[in-house]
């Protein structure tokens, strides 16, 4: 099948990747040519913050994709797009601290504490660390699927709270936040639904297995 | 049904090797592209000329026999650039740069402001009579939005209190409301912005006699641009950038305090004073420090912003922290 072959093919994943680079390599362009605003690290750090739950949102939708249209090679493109959200959270992370906060860390620590959108930012962020640190095939190996499954399921957790975070940093016009929200919903919705209808199948009370949903007991 | 249980399948088992193997290029990658956008950063901070000329401000028109007023900083102004295409003018978008964009078919003229309320000689005027009030001044003012940004801008004017006396306020006279042009039409966005429009502001009536309030008509030698509230604003300077509402239309002198539009959609965030203090945060930004336009290290923020020689002696008496 020609879907596949092209998922499969090294080539696409470069392709993926460059494309990734596309939001970073646009703010480069912005600078230099003068084109971030009057107040550039308010812009780099409203940018690469809508990026990181972009991705977030991309990546939680690459296991709906895959089980509705039961191509499984999609899931060849979740790992990067996941480290991309990571990427991008950590410029983002790196612009508040160097850029705004000038690596002030008792100022920063008082913000964590003290601003409850920088708190749930901040968790957001942190939740981020081990999925990123053990995105590598060794580290599956090493905590075993289930418990690497697991560990993973932080990403909802990390989502949502970016979503708050944005919610709760814009002053009144809560439209993109909203947004981000809805689609956010709908990606763990799906997961409760394939998990509600997987618990109903495993307890053996349906026995059609030919006209099984496009949906598995799997999570993810 | 297929239920195919997650930990059976791996990386390994869907990722030919070469292509994972690639992952330490991926990584490589990703430091490369983040070593490149720091120093491409680095870079124009420092190559960092003034840049871009002004934009395109084709309705604004050249003021003559401007006179220097009193009160000017030495600061260095912002470029007209940095002014006209970043500021917050919610009717016309939310986004910083949404006024520019949006603002430049905003019809001001013909215009007039309506001064009415608690006062003897209440009174349209039209704008060709306002810029005959008094003496055109320019006044270099530091503003200081909410948000923890700054800018310095030559404005033109003249004081608010000329305006003010003319029509002669009754003794009942406690505060000025002040209320912006709001036209869905001419401001499609309005209804997103989240706040309640018509815009609306006030002050206390002593503080709208302060010879710093300047009923502003210029900038930069110009009529107003249409994102910066062509064609007559107030600019309020010792207090954050809200206060000095935009495209005024109605003057109205009143006895008691009137309802604000930033107080109503949050009043724990935006108080009715909202005089810049750096010692009483945002409940969610520290306004101890302020991001100049075009200054990379971020400036510690004065109390009144700088102008408390002016006005500190209007709140004598009164705790900021309450009367935020």
């Known amino acids: 099948m020609t879907l596949t072959r092209v998922l499969t093919s090294k080539w696409t994943k470069v392709a993926v990747f460059a494309i990734g680079l596309l939001p970073l390599a646009s703010l480069g362009w912005k600078e230099l040519h003068g084109e971030l605003t009057a107040n550039p690290i308010e812009f780099i750090?409203?940018?690469?913050?809508?990026?990181?739950?972009?991705?977030?949102?991309?990546?939680?939708?690459?296991?709906?994709?895959?089980?509705?249209?039961?191509?499984?090679?999609?899931?060849?493109?979740?790992?990067?797009?996941?480290?991309?959200?990571?990427?991008?959270?950590?410029?983002?992370?790196?612009?508040?601290?160097g850029l705004d906060k000038f690596f002030n860390l008792s100022e920063i620590w008082k913000d964590v504490q003290k601003r409850r959108f920088i708190t749930v930012g901040f968790a957001a962020?942190?939740?981020?660390?081990?999925?990123?640190?053990?995105?590598?095939?060794?580290?599956?190996r090493r905590l075993g699927g289930k418990r690497w499954q697991a560990l993973h399921r932080l990403v909802y957790v990390s989502a949502v709270l970016g979503v708050i975070h944005y919610y709760w940093l814009v002053k009144s016009d809560v439209r993109k936040p909203l947004q981000y929200a809805w689609m956010v919903g709908l990606l763990l919705l799906f997961r409760l639904g394939a998990w509600i209808i997987g618990r109903g199948k495993s307890s053996g009370s349906t026995s059609n297995s030919s006209t099984a949903l496009p949906v598995t007991a799997e999570s993810g | 049904m297929l239920t195919r249980k997650a930990p059976e399948l791996t990386y390994s088992d869907v990722t030919p090797k070469d292509v994972y193997l690639n992952r330490r290029k991926f990584l490589m990658g990703i430091a490369g592209a983040a070593v490149t956008g720091a120093a491409v950063i680095a870079y124009?901070?420092?190559?960092?000329?003034?840049?871009?000329?002004?934009?395109?401000?084709?309705?604004?028109?050249?003021?003559?026999?401007?006179?220097?007023?009193?009160?000017?900083?030495?600061?260095?102004?912002?470029?007209?650039?940095?002014?006209?295409?970043?500021?917050?003018?919610?009717e016309f978008g939310t986004g910083k740069e949404d006024p520019a964009q949006n603002a430049q078919k905003f019809v001001t003229s013909p215009w007039a402001v309506s001064v009415e309320g608690e006062v003897s000689k209440p009174r349209k005027f039209s704008m060709a009579e306002i810029m005959k009030l008094a003496p055109l001044e320019q006044r270099i003012y530091r503003h200081r939005c909410v948000e923890a940004w700054s800018i310095v801008v030559p404005w033109i004017g003249f004081p608010l209190s000329v305006l003010i006396n003319l029509v002669q306020p009754t003794s009942r006279a406690k505060y000025v409301a002040f209320e912006s042009y709001y036209d869905v039409r001419q401001m499609p966005l309005g209804p997103d912005a989240g706040i309640s429009l018509p815009y609306a502001e006030g002050l206390r009536l002593d503080e709208a006699m302060n010879p710093l309030a300047l009923l502003t008509v210029g900038m930069y030698d110009q009529t107003l641009a249409n994102q910066d509230g062509a064609p007559v604003r107030i600019v309020v300077p010792w207090k954050y950038g809200f206060k000095s509402a935009k495209s005024l239309v109605k003057i109205k002198v009143v006895d008691s305090q009137p309802a604000t539009t930033w107080n109503e959609a949050n009043a724990q965030e935006y108080g009715f004073y909202s005089n810049v203090n750096p010692n009483v945060d945002h409940p969610r930004w520290s306004q101890a420090t302020e991001r100049r336009l075009g200054e990379f290290r971020k400036r510690s923020t004065l109390m009144f912003n700088g102008y408390g020689d002016q006005v500190a002696s209007l709140y004598n008496g009164m705790d900021l922290k309450k009367y935020y």
């Not at chain 1, 962020?125 to 599956?140: C, Q």
């Not at chain 2, 395109?56 to 102004?77: F, M, R, W």
Request: net charge positive.
């Open chain 1, 45 to 97: 750090t409203h940018a690469t913050g809508d990026w990181t739950i972009r991705f977030l949102i991309i990546t939680l939708a690459i296991t709906p994709l895959r089980k509705i249209t039961r191509v499984p090679q999609f899931i060849r493109f979740r790992r990067m797009l996941g480290l991309f959200a990571f990427f991008y959270a950590c410029l983002h992370f790196t612009t508040y601290i």
């Open chain 1, 125 to 140: 962020f942190v939740l981020m660390i081990p999925l990123a640190l053990t995105s590598t095939a060794g580290a599956i």
């Open chain 2, 44 to 90: 124009k901070k420092f190559a960092r000329a003034v840049s871009l000329p002004a934009g395109p401000n084709t309705l604004a028109s050249k003021l003559t026999g401007v006179i220097q007023g009193p009160y000017s900083t030495d600061e260095k102004p912002n470029t007209l650039n940095d002014v006209t295409h970043y500021n917050n003018f919610y």
